[in-house]
């Protein structure tokens, strides 16, 4: 099946820091990939729509300038956590879809700021 | 408003018995649903899907079905294995090619050996 990869898996950083996380479609092309927040026993909750080529579309109540996502390629998107603070702690997943509709995630970043 | 909903938080169910897992959608515009398995620390992966013009998908021991009247879909798990034990997410897309699925909360399900 189609492979999403994301790195990093672990990231500790200190407050003010920025911290990017890499999301690759390593054997298919994705046009649109997705990012998710999972705070502990709640819902992946969708945070942007990232479209290759073109400005990422924002979930109402994401900072669109706290955090910035860049979809350079065909395969790979990244998401910036900039001037990170404690409560940015959480689990970020990304997503991709193959043509086929089915979405494929990759295996998440775990961030947490001191 | 949380449009797709799990309200069971977690279900302990005996090796080798019948797993259901229960979801619930209010947005009448959903048209594809699946069904996620995710481990601790790691990315949901895909288990099975269904499409509105369906009520039954079979792929192995999985089993989803949707009731569209009810807005209600399941999934069902038999036999259980302790290696199923995980969280389970249902999500829901209105299609379209927008890719945009809402998700559930989860249930956590727990197959006791």
């Known amino acids: 099946g189609a492979v999403v990869s994301q790195h990093p898996s672990w990231v500790i950083c200190k407050s003010g820091t920025s911290v990017k996380i890499e999301c690759r479609s390593l054997?298919?092309?994705?046009?649109?990939m997705f990012w998710y927040r999972q705070f502990p026993k709640q819902s992946l909750m969708l945070m942007a729509t990232?479209?290759?080529?073109?400005?990422?579309?924002?979930e109402q109540g994401v900072e669109k300038d706290k955090f910035l996502i860049n979809h350079a390629s065909l395969t790979l998107s990244t998401l910036t956590v900039t001037s990170a603070h404690p409560e940015d702690s959480s689990f970020y997943i990304c997503?991709?879809?193959?043509?086929?509709?089915?979405?494929?995630f990759g295996s998440g970043t775990q961030l947490s700021v001191l | 408003d949380q449009q797709v909903k799990q309200n069971s938080p977690s279900l302990s169910v005996q090796e080798g018995r019948i797993s259901i897992l229960n979801c619930d959608y209010t947005?009448?515009?959903?048209?594809?649903f699946l069904w996620y398995k995710k481990y601790p620390a790691e990315g949901p992966t895909f288990l099975i899907s269904?499409?509105?013009?369906?009520d039954k998908n079979e792929d192995g021991r999985f089993t989803v079905f949707l009731n569209k009247s009810a807005k209600h879909l399941s999934l069902h798990i038999v036999p259980s294995q302790p290696g199923d034990s995980a969280v389970y997410f249902c999500a829901a897309t209105e299609g379209g090619g927008t890719y945009k699925y809402i998700f559930g909360t989860g249930t956590r399900l727990k197959v006791l050996a």
């Open positions: 269904i499409s509105s013009i369906k």
């Open positions: 054997d298919f092309q994705a046009t649109t």
């Open positions: 997503s991709a879809s193959d043509r086929n509709e089915k979405l494929f």
């Open positions: 947005n009448s515009m959903f048209d594809y």
């Open positions: 990232s479209n290759e080529g073109s400005k990422a579309t924002y």
